[in-house]
């Protein structure tokens, strides 16, 4: 055998291995290949969106001018400068906070029986929904963005009280069984300091019913209730100032990008629809498409990332899992499962485990979880418009057959491209109803 020696590398091959330039072997691309190191071509997507949504952007300030008016925000949640509707309504709701937490302290010494107790929660939190929503449409004076506001308010405060319900009724019923404590996680303690750190200790049950107690957990970033929650040692005052800024610029950037963006596009659309023309509603709707998904991206940053950190860390509340990694989804389940942690841990503590308890179907309890959030989102939308289409009810309850279909045949990255299609079409599709149904009801019928 004929042997070579390499200098440089001081290496001795086969004279044959010079002559050899092929393996075995599969082309990068080829699934068969294992390669998985697509950074450059991330990075290509990215250059390549950030230029064609430039483009888009030169184009609409070319036809358009400058549309941002921030003062122009401020009439979304006021008709009247002296005139607060919204905030007073947001004012009343310590009135069914306080009833709530009366109702405990009584049943708490057995003034009065569960019944009553339960009784007097449905009256309380059957209120709490009715009466905001009443009001809001009654009043002519509070804006739908004001009215949204205030709803949204009251619908986080019926599941904050839901589960104090709940809670505090599971430790009357640990308490009847002779247990002297409660140990079911950490959460609002009486706190003591000692040199600059927090020492919590913990609280147990009928402890717990104080102004203090509640009205930690009314504005701690959760919606379940716990006697003890996890706490921060301290607050990160260089953290807190990240997220404040973070909600400062984000939510400029919200506002401008809907009042140069957003707004034309669905200006623009209304003829399309009133005239009934197919095609352009479709390209009115994948242009509106863009521009809303990207905002309802910055808003998922802003609110479940800078605003409730910027909340926790101010509070010292030490759970920060407020989101999963929902961008991964590959199935429509796993998405609504991630993407709201605090509604998804509420749902599943309060709504669909006692459901299981009770011997309901799977299937069923999903499907009631499906409907509860349908009926919401319509609330939400429907009463600050002051107009009933249905229009988020169903778009809510169509992710049952879409979540049974990516479930059952797609799979991988196919199932992920299922649920941000249904992501980036189904939103703008509900906006654009909404819209021209408002639209025709207050301009088209007046005029």
Known sequence: ILIYNDVVSNTVYPYYCLFSCHVLQESLLSSASGYSNYRGILNWCVVMLVLCNARLFLENLIKYGILVDPIQVVSLFLKDPYNWPASC???VSNVFIMAALYTERRLSVGTISETTGT???LVNLTTLLFFPSATVLMLTSITPVGGAFALCVYTILFMKLYSYKDVNMWCREIRHTKARTLTRSHSCPSVAQSNGSAVHAHVSYPGNLTHRDIYYFVFAPTLCYELNFPRSPRIRKSFLLRRLFEMLFFIQL???LVQQWMVPTI???MKPFQDMDFSRMIERMLKLAVPNHLIWLIFFYWFFHSSMN???ELMRFGDREFYQDWWNSETVTYFWSNWNIPVHKWCLRHFYKPLMGRGVNKWVAQTAIFLVSAFFHEYLVSVPLKMFRLWAFMG?????PLAWFVGRFLRGNYG???VWISLIIGQPIAVLMYVH??????YVSQS
């Open 89 to 91: 309504l947001i004012i």
């Open 396 to 400: 809510m309850m169509s992710q049952i």
């Open 416 to 418: 992920n491209a299922a």
């Open 254 to 256: 919200q506002i401008g």
């Open 437 to 442: 149904d408002f639209y025709v009801l207050h």
């Open 310 to 312: 910027f909340v926790a």
């Open 119 to 121: 009784f007097l929660y």
């Open 267 to 269: 200006q623009n659309s």
